[in-house]
């Protein structure tokens, strides 16, 4: 949903969506494994709390220091911008021994509950929908409609662009702060450039700028592989067609 923001929405091309997610994840992760011990049990939701908004609000500074300076640019110059972004974030992880370096970050407390990713899910779907709905969000709608049209209306088209990169990478960094507490390990290469693109798909398959298009793909795209688990070797082939087949039935997404 906060990709779509981005990608749907404004119009954009982003391919670092799993960078503002290891910023997110690696900072709420680190956080709770030094303050845990430190704290009685019953404070740790708020920790947790705390943990993933922290992570979250990290991922949109990330968000913005990659926004400011390259949203000026359109279509595949800003994709491969992106791309640099997330391999950056994914390299320097991956070598910085504070964060468990390329063995990765373990014995992550596991809080991340049925009732925290769906109501974190909830939030993000209603913080924007609202926004998107409002007048203020028009603009991201002006922008992905006719970039030039929107200028000459008086609209300032970088701006709403580097906003929709904040506040898509904002929740991307909380959705990484529940998967590492869900997970309770966390590798760089669990959010490499494949990552990004499993996330882009699921944009792409439920249709640019239709939330609920977007979460019926996203379940379905979680589900597919484990219902093709059977089949083995040929089991990611299958997987392939069946989206293949799936564009070509539906080519403005589900």
Sequence with gaps: VSLNLINGHTGQFSLGHAGFMAVGGYTAAKFTLVLQSTLPPWAQPLLFLFAL????????????????????????????????????????????????????????PNWTTFAWAWSFAALTVFVVGCLVSSTYGRGFLAVHDDEVAAGAMGINPVR????????????????????????????????????????????????MGRTAGVIVAAVLLTLLPEVLRGFADYRMIIYSLLIIVLMIARPQGL
């Design 53 to 108: 908004l922290l992570g979250g609000l990290l991922a949109a500074v990330a968000g913005l220091a990659v926004g400011v300076p390259t949203l000026r640019l359109r279509g595949d110059y800003l994709a491969i911008v992106t791309l640099g972004f997330g391999e950056i974030i994914r390299v320097f992880f991956q070598t910085t021994e504070m964060f468990g370096a390329a063995t990765g970050l373990t014995g992550i």
């Design 160 to 207: 709403y662009k580097v906003t929709a990169f904040v506040i898509g990478a904002f929740f991307a960094g909380i959705a990484g702060g529940l998967y590492a507490h869900h997970k309770q390990f966390l590798s760089p290469g669990g959010f490499d450039f494949m990552k990004s693109i499993d996330i882009v798909v699921m944009v792409i398959l439920g249709g």
